[in-house]
């Protein structure tokens, strides 16, 4: 059981990147997934969530609202995370993470699985 983050780079402000977190040994429609991330200093915060495939339901923090977009695609069993108009705020590792519910995907214990880490760098 396994969570495969990518997808990360140098990007410049106003620029885009899409993530994929690729699952393994488990199949990703029947449970939520999460995209957290964490600057050198900070907390790691809670960036966006989609619920079951039953579901459908998105979730996002409120500084990246209209513009990340996550979305999964079942028949890869990856689930992504296209990033626009980026700013140097964003710049951050980002990880993905699984569990059974959406519920308190922003509080500290969720996530069951957890990816490793891709850099984000937003700079000019």
């Known amino acids: 059981v396994q969570l495969q983050a990518s997808g990360g780079g140098l990007v410049q402000p106003g620029g885009s990147l899409r993530l994929s977190c690729a699952a393994s040994?488990?199949?990703?429609?029947?449970?939520?997934i999460g995209w957290f991330r964490q600057a050198p200093g900070k907390e790691r915060e809670g960036v966006s969530c989609?619920?079951?495939?039953?579901?459908?339901?998105?979730y996002y923090t409120d500084s990246v609202k209209g513009r990340f977009t996550i979305s999964r695609d079942n028949a890869k069993n990856t689930v992504y995370l296209q990033m626009n108009n980026l700013k140097p705020e964003d710049t951050a590792v980002y990880y993905c993470?699984?569990?059974?519910?959406?519920?308190?995907?922003?509080?500290?214990?969720?996530?069951?699985?957890w990816g490793q880490g891709t850099q984000v760098t937003v700079s000019s």
């Open positions: 993470a699984s569990d059974r519910s959406p519920s308190g995907w922003s509080t500290k214990g969720w996530g069951r699985v």
């Open positions: 040994g488990f199949t990703l429609d029947y449970y939520a």
């Open positions: 989609i619920s079951t495939t039953s579901d459908g339901s998105t």
